[in-house]
């Protein structure tokens, strides 16, 4: 399975995406702004050269999400959380 950790930082409702990866090359982008805001839904869009209902999150540092299709989430990060890191891991299932 091949993972790539994206570290998304939250301060004053904004993110930052930093990515690696070895062999494949994947792109995170929100869809309806520029910035997560905290306390509420926000829809991110993730492609991989691979097919994109084998694509799934997992963020560690709190927030949730939920799956709405192939290669988009939800992502919420709790108000708790501004100014700390939440890291979002994109896998292949």
Same mark, same amino acid.
């Given at each position: 399975?091949?993972?790539?950790?994206?570290? @998304?930082?939250?301060?004053? $409702? #904004?993110?930052?995406? /930093?990515?690696?990866?070895?062999?494949?090359?994947?792109?995170? =982008?929100?869809?309806?702004?520029? @910035?997560?805001?905290a306390g $509420? #839904?926000?829809?991110? /869009?993730?492609?991989?050269?691979?097919?994109?209902?084998?694509? =799934?999150?997992?963020?560690?540092?709190?927030?949730?999400?939920?799956?709405?299709?192939?290669? /988009?989430?939800?992502?919420?990060?709790?108000?708790?959380?501004?100014?700390?890191?939440?890291?979002?891991?994109?896998?292949?299932?």
């Amino acid at each position: 399975m091949k993972k790539l950790v994206i570290v @998304v930082s939250l301060f004053m $409702l #904004s993110f930052s995406l /930093t990515a690696q990866t070895t062999k494949s090359w994947v792109t995170v =982008s929100a869809d309806r702004m520029n @910035v997560f805001y905290a306390g $509420l #839904s926000n829809p991110i /869009t993730v492609n991989a050269p691979i097919a994109p209902e084998e694509l =799934s999150i997992e963020l560690k540092g709190g927030g949730s999400y939920t799956k709405t299709g192939p290669g /988009t989430f939800n992502i919420t990060i709790p108000e708790t959380l501004i100014g700390k890191t939440v890291t979002v891991h994109v896998k292949t299932t």
